[in-house]
Nanobody, 130 residues
Framework: QLRVVESGGGSVQSGGSLRLSCAAS????????IGWFRQAPGKEREGVSC?????????AYADSVKGRFTISRDNAGTTVYLQMDSLKPEDTGVYYC??????????????????????WGQGTQVTVSS
């Protein structure tokens, strides 16, 4: 069974940092489009960052997190990270990792409506207080 599990969420004060992890079970993440998304209470899910290292050498960030968040992966190809620095209260929400597990990897997208991703984690809560 293909699964991804997020971890690393928590509560921090404004200006603090957290590193989220997305660990794959049953497959290797390397080569597939991977996205990080978040959903704040009462708001729609939005894309934060995405990457497809092997096939498209693509990394992208939402304007709201550029310069503060960094997506990366481990050499084993089993875990993707989201380093979040200079956190703001508006970064609060549940953060989800998602993978487009496909034999034809495409450029990653952060647009939820496109329905690119078919393996989603359960989410990890991030709370930033002012």
């Amino acid at each position: 069974q293909l699964r991804v599990v997020e971890s690393g969420g928590g509560s921090v004060q404004s200006g603090g940092s957290l590193r989220l992890s997305c660990a794959a079970s049953g497959f290797y993440l390397d080569g597939f489009p991977i996205g990080w998304f978040r959903q704040a209470p009462g708001k729609e899910r939005e894309g934060v960052s995405c990457t497809n290292y092997r096939t498209h050498n693509t990394t992208a960030y939402a304007d709201s997190v550029k310069g503060r968040f960094t997506i990366s992966r481990d050499n084993a190809g089993t875990t993707v990270y989201l380093q979040m620095d200079s956190l703001k209260p508006e970064d609060t929400g549940v953060y989800y990792c998602a993978v487009d597990w496909t034999p034809y990897p495409a450029v990653c997208t952060m647009e939820v409506a496109k329905g690119q991703y078919n393996v989603w984690g359960q989410g990890t809560q991030v709370t930033v207080s002012s």
